[in-house]
């Protein structure tokens, strides 16, 4: 099956290809061209192993070209049911609250931006990194009060990295790997959501991701000690292989995968964000 | 001005950009000065819009072993990805390819120790970004802009067969 693209995005997608391809006929002369390909299954080098996990912010950024969805209506902090003394909960967690501020920036909420603020150093305590994590949540908390909404995502941009930085320090890398997981989950779950009200093709193919739901069990997998094996962490690893089923090997991604996508998140957010919504007895309530 | 004294001015703006692009906050980390230059690189595109990714790729490899990056991009953003290396004498180069190996590189630039690729990927999947950094040490010995230039006094230690190198990306 052909797959086609709306008009307004081909023609947008043409436009700049176009240009691109002048601007880039006058930069790349003077230097040796690319190969137009190579062999990727038999690679003469080395493959870097490290994983960079895009910031939520990359998918917004799309979702935002192809129909503005209400940001504001996406904003829903954690209900604080956070186990304190569960550090990797706490990471995800963090994780979590980063991605919802990406979420508030986008929705240009000052008042929910230093809300945020406020919780990442609270959390930030919790884990012990409060020293490092102080001085970004002050800026975050500043940049919004200036409604300086690049600053903003620079600094939830550092936040994330100056926290896995120094978890990586503390030979913590299972946490770091927890916080991206955290951010990626959550960035995920609202991206879903808005898809699920307004479907099309274009918007789900933003949800085609298989090499990070590979990446993000592998990081499960390697879990070491009794905090890899919690009832919670195993919820998230399961949600993890149905994510994976959905999406790999999709030619297209339906309406159906992506509710199904929005429900899956959601319920591996609850391990660790929101509340468990008991669906039996909400339906019985009414 | 010499190729040396132009170097040591390169190192020191790299890393003054690397502190402006650290949002202006404390750096608690190493300064890599690889991907200092990867960030020198990537400046004048965040005057163009582009959010530069604090996150980034680095280390030590072989000169001319090939590196390959993988990387999830988004259908209908627009990405740069910028490669450094503060070797003196080093070159590096970075492309970008499909799952299939077929380039998608719309545009790019080369300028010694540092280079950038662009690209609007036309789906949304994993992608392969390769940096080779070159670098030949008898050729550099005989290059009459490094006499004089001793790495080991720099902090960056003799030549032991690697050489440092760094990537980073921006979209918008």
Same mark, same amino acid.
Request: proline share 4%; charged share 25%; net charge negative.
């Given at each position: 099956?052909?797959?086609?693209?709306?008009?307004?995005?081909?023609?947008? %997608?043409?436009?700049?290809?176009?240009?691109? &391809?002048?601007?880039? %006929?006058?930069?790349?002369?003077?230097?040796?061209?690319?190969?137009?390909?190579?062999?990727?299954?038999?690679?003469?080098?080395?493959?870097?192993?490290? !994983? !960079?996990?895009?910031?939520?912010?990359?998918?917004?950024?799309?979702?935002?070209?192809?129909?503005?969805?209400?940001?504001?209506?996406?904003?829903?902090?954690?209900?604080?049911?956070?186990?304190?003394?569960?550090?990797?909960?706490?990471?995800?967690?963090?994780?979590?609250?980063?991605?919802?501020?990406?979420?508030?920036?986008?929705?240009?909420?000052?008042?929910?931006?230093?809300?945020?603020?406020?919780?990442?150093?609270?959390?930030?305590?919790?884990?012990?990194?409060?020293?490092?994590?102080?001085?970004?949540?002050?800026?975050?908390?500043?940049?919004?009060?200036?409604?300086?909404?690049?600053?903003?995502?620079?600094?939830?941009?550092?936040?994330?990295?100056? !926290?896995?930085?120094?978890?990586?320090?503390?030979?913590?890398?299972?946490? &770091?790997?927890?916080?991206?997981?955290?951010?990626?989950?959550?960035?995920?779950?609202?991206?879903?959501?808005?898809?699920?009200? &307004?479907?099309?093709?274009?918007?789900?193919?933003?949800?085609?991701?298989?090499?990070?739901?590979?990446?993000?069990?592998?990081?499960?997998?390697?879990?070491?000690?009794? &905090?890899?094996?919690?009832?919670?962490?195993?919820?998230?690893?399961?949600?993890? @292989?149905?994510?994976?089923?959905?999406?790999?090997?999709?030619?297209?991604?339906?309406?159906?995968?992506?509710?199904?996508?929005?429900?899956?998140?959601?319920?591996?957010?609850?391990?660790?964000?929101?509340? +468990?919504?008991? =669906?039996?007895?909400?339906?019985?309530?009414? | 001005?010499?190729?040396? %004294? +132009?170097?040591?001015?390169?190192?020191?703006?790299?890393?003054?950009?690397?502190?402006?692009?650290?949002?202006?906050?404390?750096?608690?980390?190493?300064?890599?000065? @690889?991907?200092?230059?990867?960030?020198?690189?990537?400046?004048?595109?965040?005057?163009?819009?582009?959010?530069?990714?604090?996150?980034?790729?680095?280390?030590? !490899?072989?000169?001319? +072993?090939?590196?390959?990056?993988?990387?999830?991009?988004?259908?209908?953003?627009?990405?740069?990805?910028?490669?450094?290396?503060?070797?003196?004498?080093?070159?590096?180069?970075?492309?970008?390819?499909?799952?299939?190996?077929?380039?998608?590189?719309?545009?790019?630039?080369?300028?010694?120790?540092?280079?950038?690729?662009?690209?609007?990927?036309?789906?949304?999947?994993?992608?392969?970004?390769?940096?080779?950094?070159?670098?030949?040490?008898?050729?550099?010995?005989?290059?009459?802009? =490094?006499?004089?230039?001793?790495? @080991?006094?720099?902090?960056?230690?003799?030549?032991?067969?690697?050489?440092?190198?760094?990537?980073?990306?921006?979209?918008?």
């Amino acid at each position: 099956m052909i797959k086609t693209f709306p008009h307004d995005l081909n023609q947008l %997608f043409a436009g700049i290809l176009v240009m691109a &391809s002048v601007s880039g %006929f006058m930069l790349a002369s003077g230097q040796d061209e690319a190969p137009a390909k190579i062999d990727l299954t038999n690679f003469p080098g080395e493959i870097v192993e490290k !994983v !960079v996990v895009p910031i939520p912010a990359e998918i917004f950024a799309v979702l935002d070209k192809l129909g503005e969805p209400n940001w504001g209506s996406g904003i829903e902090l954690p209900s604080g049911k956070v186990a304190a003394n569960d550090r990797s909960l706490l990471a995800l967690t963090f994780g979590g609250l980063v991605g919802e501020g990406f979420i508030a920036v986008q929705a240009k909420d000052a008042e929910e931006i230093q809300k945020i603020g406020r919780e990442v150093l609270k959390l930030s305590n919790a884990l012990g990194l409060a020293v490092a994590v102080r001085p970004h949540s002050l800026s975050i908390i500043e940049a919004a009060g200036d409604k300086d909404w690049k600053r903003v995502r620079d600094e939830l941009d550092s936040t994330q990295q100056t !926290v896995r930085v120094t978890m990586e320090k503390l030979r913590d890398e299972e946490l &770091s790997n927890l916080v991206s997981l955290g951010g990626w989950l959550r960035g995920t779950n609202v991206v879903t959501t808005f898809i699920s009200e &307004s479907f099309s093709e274009d918007k789900a193919e933003l949800l085609n991701q298989p090499g990070l739901i590979s990446h993000f069990r592998e990081v499960l997998e390697m879990m070491e000690g009794p &905090s890899g094996k919690t009832p919670a962490m195993r919820a998230i690893s399961v949600g993890l @292989a149905r994510l994976e089923s959905i999406v790999s090997g999709a030619e297209i991604i339906s309406e159906e995968d992506v509710g199904q996508l929005r429900d899956i998140t959601r319920s591996m957010l609850e391990e660790f964000y929101y509340e +468990k919504i008991d =669906l039996e007895a909400s339906k019985a309530a009414n | 001005m010499t190729r040396y %004294f +132009k170097t040591i001015t390169r190192r020191v703006s790299a890393f003054l950009i690397a502190l402006i692009l650290a949002g202006g906050g404390i750096v608690y980390a190493f300064v890599n000065e @690889a991907i200092s230059m990867a960030f020198e690189a990537a400046t004048p595109y965040v005057e163009q819009g582009f959010e530069v990714r604090e996150d980034t790729w680095s280390g030590e !490899v072989e000169p001319g +072993k090939p590196l390959l990056v993988r990387h999830q991009l988004f259908r209908g953003n627009e990405y740069w990805f910028w490669a450094g290396t503060s070797w003196p004498g080093a070159t590096v180069e970075v492309d970008i390819f499909d799952s299939e190996g077929q380039s998608v590189k719309l545009e790019g630039f080369s300028k010694g120790s540092y280079s950038g690729v662009r690209t609007l990927p036309g789906k949304t999947a994993t992608y392969f970004v390769r940096v080779i950094v070159e670098f030949d040490p008898e050729k550099a010995a005989k290059d009459p802009e =490094l006499q004089g230039f001793n790495p @080991a006094a720099d902090g960056v230690g003799e030549f032991t067969g690697m050489v440092d190198w760094g990537l980073a990306y921006g979209y918008r």
